[in-house]
C-alpha cells in the first residue's frame, strides 16, 4: 500500500479535526453551563454545582413533561414497528402494484414542511375531538418519521436469504410459522434500529407537539421553548444534558443489541 504524501495527510486531519470541533462544540458548551453555579447560562461556567441537576429533578412540571415525552415516544414505537415491520418487508420481498407511487408516497413527510404536516394533523385531530391528549401526539410522531422503521426493514429484508423460507416451507412450515420463525428474526436488526431511531426522534420531536398539545399536555421539548421565551436559566442546560444522555444511552443499546457498523451499512 502507497504511503500518502505528508501534506496530503495534514489536510486530511485538519479537516476531520475541524468537523469533530463543529460537531463537539455545542455539546460542550451546553455541558460546561449546566455545571454552573451562576444564575446565568456562561461559558465556561462560573465555578461548579450541581444545583441546576438538583432543580429540575424537584420541579414538578419539568418532570411531568418529561413523563409525557416518554409516553409520546414509547406510543409511537409501538405503532410503527407492526406498521413499519410490515410495510417494510412488503416493500422490500413482494411485487406490489403501483411499488414506485407508494415509495414516492412515503418521502412525502420529508418534502411537505413540518408546520404543514403539523397543521394537517391538528385540523384532523380537532375535528376528531382528541386534541389535548397524548396518543395523538405519538401517532402523528410515528406518521412523519415512519419512513425510517420502513427504510431501516427494508435494508435488512432485502439481505435476508430467501433459501431461507424455502428451507423452511420444504420443511412443512406454513407461511405464518415461517414469517414468524424465519423472516422476523431474520429482519430482527432492522427492526431494533429502526424502533430505537423512532423512540428517539418522538422524544425530541418539538414542532408537532407544540401543535396538537394544550397546556395541560405539554412535552418536555414544548416545556423548554415556553420557560426560554421568557428567560434562559441554566436549568435549561441541564435539561438538555438530559436529552444528551438519552440520545447517548439509546446509541449505546444499538450498539450493543445491533452493532452500529450494520445500522450503518443499512442506512
Known amino acids: 500500500m502507497t504511503q500518502q504524501p505528508l501534506g496530503k495527510s495534514i489536510v486530511i486531519w485538519a479537516m476531520v479535526a475541524v468537523v469533530l470541533i463543529v460537531l463537539s462544540a455545542p455539546t460542550i458548551v451546553v455541558l460546561g453551563a449546566s455545571f454552573t453555579s451562576g444564575n446565568i447560562i ?58 414506485r407511487t407508494l415509495q414516492i408516497y412515503l418521502l412525502l413527510p420529508f418534502t411537505i414542511p413540518l408546520i404543514g404536516s403539523g397543521i394537517g394533523l391538528m385540523l384532523l385531530f380537532g375535528e376528531m375531538r382528541i386534541l389535548g391528549q397524548i396518543w ?60 430505537l431511531l423512532m423512540f428517539i426522534l418522538a422524544l425530541n420531536e418539538f414542532l408537532v407537539s407544540l401543535l396538537l398539545t394544550d397546556a395541560r399536555t405539554v412535552t ?16 435549561l442546560a441541564a435539561i438538555s444534558v438530559v436529552f444528551i444522555v438519552c440520545a447517548t444511552l439509546v446509541i449505546a443499546l444499538l450498539d450493543r443489541l445491533v452493532g452500529l457498523d450494520i445500522f450503518l451499512k443499512s442506512k
Open 220 to 235: 418536555l421539548p414544548v416545556q423548554i421553548y415556553n420557560s426560554i421565551r421568557s428567560i434562559i436559566t441554566p436549568d
Open 42 to 99: 456562561q461559558f465556561p461556567p462560573q465555578g461548579f454545582s450541581l444545583q441546576w441537576y438538583a432543580k429540575i429533578a424537584l420541579a414538578d412540571d419539568l418532570r411531568s413533561a418529561f413523563v409525557r415525552s416518554l409516553a409520546v415516544a414509547l406510543i409511537c414505537t409501538l405503532i410503527s414497528i407492526p406498521v413499519g415491520t410490515l410495510a417494510g418487508i412488503a416493500l422490500s420481498k413482494y411485487a406490489i402494484k403501483f411499488e
Open 136 to 195: 395523538p401526539v405519538g401517532l402523528a410522531c410515528c406518521v412523519i418519521n415512519l419512513p425510517f422503521m420502513i427504510w431501516a426493514v427494508m435494508a435488512s429484508s432485502a439481505s435476508l436469504d430467501p433459501d431461507l423460507e424455502l428451507a423452511a416451507a420444504n420443511c412443512g412450515a406454513g407461511p405464518i410459522s415461517t414469517f414468524f420463525h424465519v423472516t422476523i428474526p431474520g429482519v430482527m436488526p432492522g427492526i431494533i434500529s429502526g424502533s
